[in-house]
């Protein structure tokens, strides 16, 4: 594996990395559960059927539902006994929302009398993807019901026919959880690293690209020496980068590998690079080759008192509660879902859904209140996209949005380095982006389309 020659980027931080407790720590299924409350429709699609009824008993990998009026098909985790159907609420911000919305409804099937995991159940036939046209692929993605397994998610064929339409030539892996805490994917990469490796040779012939690059971190490349050789055979580039917060993002990513940097407020997209992410690759591989719908999927959890912490194969629906307290986390605490600086509030009500890569047990927030900021440029040095934060911070307390704008806000990235570094405690972050919100919001519609 060899190191990336593009260097690095000015900015950013070497955060701590607090993932001694789960690193080493094999994947591990959950026992099952009393009830999981399956979302029918976790994209927001709308037009969800529901193919069940109560009463009915179903089996490991039957079709529950239909969204997107039939595009995206919704599978049972396990075999069990439909309860009913409800809704249910998934932790994230869907695009469009308000930035203090931390949670979505959207209906869901519930099933009790669970039978244990055996791997069993219903299997379609495995695609055989070296002989298939990129159509027929991105058709067989959208009939497994795969999502990016980003936050929020989007359907997997969707995402690559966007990107196919734009153009792109290259395809990023990216194998970077430069997040504290955050350790599903490395374990992923260390153990089934030839399946991600097939799942990004399926996703390039889909992408129709000419260079696939697997990222990951440079200081556990030792981890991933199956997975290197695995890429080399296949023709795809391995690729050990820094450690640096946030190299993980995808616009960074972009611009560290490839040279190219998106225009303020783009994907990468935009200028011919399509990033995604590991999970992705491990529910593509899963349906493509097994002919198993990706029900479940992999979620660290792990922070402040969790006794049992580690990596755990969870189904699709289940109770964050119920993972938490199989894990042996505090009954209370600051609960998040993600990581520590990007990720959200976790309701207590919400379930495990394709976006949750982490459940964390937090310390307690800090509670002093904000001081006068003191003109450090702390901000703004550690900005990754070299904004003028404190001068953002100014605008978003006077409504500017007409200079915020000049000020190109919408680079923002999110990351939450700002507010890291801010020794007066504002909450840099959050002002910023929605900043940005509200310039996009008030801009040409046509201008962040497609993102």
């Given at each position: 594996?060899r190191?990336q020659?593009f260097?690095?980027f000015v900015?950013?931080l070497?955060?701590p990395d607090?993932k001694?407790a789960?690193?080493?720590?094999?994947?591990?299924?959950?026992?099952i559960p009393?009830?999981?409350?399956v979302p029918a429709?976790p994209c927001?699609?709308?037009?969800?059927?529901v193919?069940?009824?109560?009463?009915?008993r179903?089996?490991?990998?039957?079709?529950?539902?239909?969204?997107?009026g039939?595009?995206?098909p919704?599978?049972?985790?396990?075999?069990?006994?439909?309860a009913?159907?409800g809704?249910?609420?998934?932790a994230?911000?869907?695009h469009?929302?308000d930035?203090?919305t931390?949670?979505?409804?959207?209906?869901?099937?519930?099933?009790t009398d669970?039978?244990?995991l055996?791997?069993?159940?219903r299997a379609?036939?495995?695609?055989?993807w070296?002989?298939?046209?990129?159509?027929g692929?991105?058709d067989?993605?959208?009939?497994g019901?795969?999502?990016?397994c980003?936050?929020?998610?989007?359907p997997?064929?969707?995402?690559?026919?966007?990107?196919?339409?734009a153009?792109?030539?290259?395809?990023?892996i990216?194998?970077?959880?430069n997040?504290?805490?955050?350790?599903c994917?490395?374990?992923l990469?260390?153990?089934?690293?030839e399946?991600?490796?097939?799942?990004a040779a399926v996703?390039a012939r889909?992408?129709?690209?000419g260079r696939t690059a697997?990222?990951?971190?440079?200081?556990?490349?030792?981890r991933?020496?199956a997975?290197?050789?695995?890429?080399e055979r296949?023709?795809?580039?391995?690729l050990?980068?820094?450690?640096?917060?946030?190299m993980?993002n995808?616009?960074m990513?972009t611009a560290?590998v490839?040279?190219?940097?998106?225009?303020?407020?783009?994907?990468?997209?935009?200028v011919?690079v399509?990033?995604?992410?590991?999970?992705?690759?491990?529910?593509?591989h899963?349906?493509?080759?097994?002919?198993?719908?990706?029900?479940?999927?992999?979620v660290?959890v792990?922070?402040?008192?969790?006794?049992?912490?580690g990596?755990?194969?969870?189904?699709?629906g289940?109770?964050?509660?119920?993972?938490?307290a199989?894990?042996?986390?505090?009954?209370?605490?600051?609960?998040c879902?993600?990581?520590?600086?990007?990720?959200?509030?976790?309701p207590d009500?919400a379930?495990v859904?394709?976006a949750?890569s982490a459940?964390l047990?937090?310390?307690?927030a800090?509670?002093?209140?904000?001081?006068?900021?003191?003109?450090c440029g702390w901000?703004?040095?550690h900005?990754p996209?070299?904004l003028d934060?404190?001068s953002?911070?100014?605008?978003y307390?006077?409504g500017?949005?007409?200079?915020?704008?000049?000020?190109?806000?919408?680079?923002?990235?999110?990351?939450?380095?700002?507010s890291?570094?801010?020794?007066?405690?504002?909450p840099?972050?959050?002002?910023?982006r929605t900043?940005a919100?509200?310039?996009?919001?008030d801009?040409?519609?046509?201008?962040?389309?497609?993102?």
């Open positions: 594996m190191r020659r260097g690095t900015g950013g070497d955060l607090e001694h789960t690193l080493n720590q094999d994947i591990e299924p959950i026992p009393e009830a999981l409350h429709d927001l699609l709308g037009g969800v059927t193919l069940v009824r109560p009463g009915q179903v089996a490991d990998g039957d079709r529950l539902a239909v969204a997107g039939g595009q995206m919704i599978y049972a985790p396990t075999g069990g006994v439909v009913g159907v809704r249910c609420r998934l994230g911000r869907p469009g929302t930035l203090d931390y949670a979505y409804e959207c209906p869901s099937v519930e099933l669970l039978t244990p055996e791997d069993a159940g379609e036939a495995p695609l055989p070296q002989d298939a046209a990129p159509e692929i991105l067989h993605l959208a009939a019901g795969l999502t990016t980003t936050c929020p998610p989007e997997l064929a969707s995402w690559c026919r966007r990107h196919r339409r153009g792109v030539d290259v395809l990023i990216n194998g970077l959880e997040e504290p805490y955050l350790t994917e490395h374990r990469m260390a153990t089934r690293g399946s991600i490796v097939t799942a996703v889909a992408l129709g690209v697997l990222a990951v971190d440079a200081r556990r490349i030792d991933y020496r997975m290197a050789l695995a890429a296949r023709g795809i580039q391995s050990a980068v820094e450690h640096k917060y946030p993980g995808p616009t990513l560290v490839t040279g190219r940097i998106p225009p303020p407020g783009r994907s990468p997209m935009h011919g399509a990033v995604l992410n590991v999970a992705a690759c491990a529910a593509v899963r349906w493509v080759v097994t002919g198993r719908p990706p029900t479940w999927r992999v660290t792990s922070g402040v008192n969790v006794r049992r912490g990596n755990r194969l969870v189904p699709m289940l109770a964050a509660s119920d993972l938490l199989a894990c042996g986390a505090p009954v209370e605490g600051n609960f879902h993600g990581g520590p600086m990007t990720g959200t509030a976790l009500d379930v859904g394709p949750t459940l047990s937090l310390p307690a800090d509670e002093r209140s904000a001081t006068a900021c003191i003109r901000c703004t040095d900005c996209v070299r934060v404190a953002l911070n100014d605008m307390e006077l500017d949005l007409e200079r915020a704008r000049r000020y190109e806000v919408t680079a923002c990235l999110g990351c939450g380095v700002c890291y570094v801010c020794p007066a405690r504002w840099l972050t959050h002002r910023v900043l919100a509200l310039v996009r919001r801009g040409p519609a046509e201008e962040y389309a497609g993102d």
